[in-house]
Nanobody, 124 residues
């Protein structure tokens, strides 16, 4: 069973940056595609970014392209989300997720494993 624990959320001002981290345990991290999702109050959860097991492929939601960067360190079993130029509309709970299938992460947006989330609040 894979466990995912997010960290790095907080309260920032518009234009600031944050880096989220997600530490994985209980599985072979290097074989999993990983992704970040978010859910704002009153809205459905949405895909933010995904990365293949080898880091060769990455995908981003249009709303974050050019501002967010996903990366991973397989030696540390950790995936990151660097968020720059944050906007008030980026306010949400951010979830880390993983699956052996990149399609499930980035296309079907239904990965098998989920963290509990970390709150990001951007004040305008």
């Amino acid at each position: 069973q894979v466990q995912l624990v997010e960290s790095g959320g907080g309260l920032v001002q518009a234009g600031d940056s944050l880096r989220l981290s997600c530490a994985a345990s209980g599985g072979t991290f290097s074989s999993y595609a990983m992704g970040w999702f978010r859910q704002a109050p009153g809205k459905e959860r949405e895909f933010v970014a995904g990365i293949t097991a080898s880091s060769y492929g990455k995908n981003y939601a249009d709303s974050v392209k050019g501002r967010f960067t996903i990366s991973r360190d397989n030696a540390k079993s950790t995936v990151y989300l660097q968020m720059n130029s944050l906007k008030a509309e980026d306010t949400a709970i951010y979830y880390c997720a993983g699956d052996e299938s990149y399609r499930k992460v980035a296309v079907l947006t239904a990965p098998a494993y989920w963290g509990l989330g970390t709150q990001v609040t951007v004040s305008s």
